[in-house]
């Protein structure tokens, strides 16, 4: 599916949630819909990352790169 695709759907959900996560976002159904779409496509991209917690070596000096906070 192209990135900027739009799909039409029906969405049965109860009308408390909705109004909860609306008034969360303070926007209306379609964004506040999408807002949470995103938030759990991002979700799983978080997993994946914890996932990999550990696993990598970092060349990078975390002294030397907090050097310019002081």
């Known amino acids: ?4 695709a739009k ?6 959900v109860p009308s408390d949630l909705l109004r909860r996560a609306q008034e969360a976002t303070g926007q209306g159904i379609t964004q506040t819909v999408k807002r949470g779409l995103e ?3 991002a979700g799983k991209a978080y997993q994946e990352l914890l996932k990999m917690r550990g696993k990598y070596r970092f060349s990078i000096d975390l002294k030397e790169l907090r050097k310019d906070r002081r």
Do not use: D, G, L
């Open 7 to 12: 799909t039409r759907i029906t969405v049965h």
């Open 39 to 41: 938030n759990v496509a």
């Open 1 to 4: 599916m192209e990135r900027n």
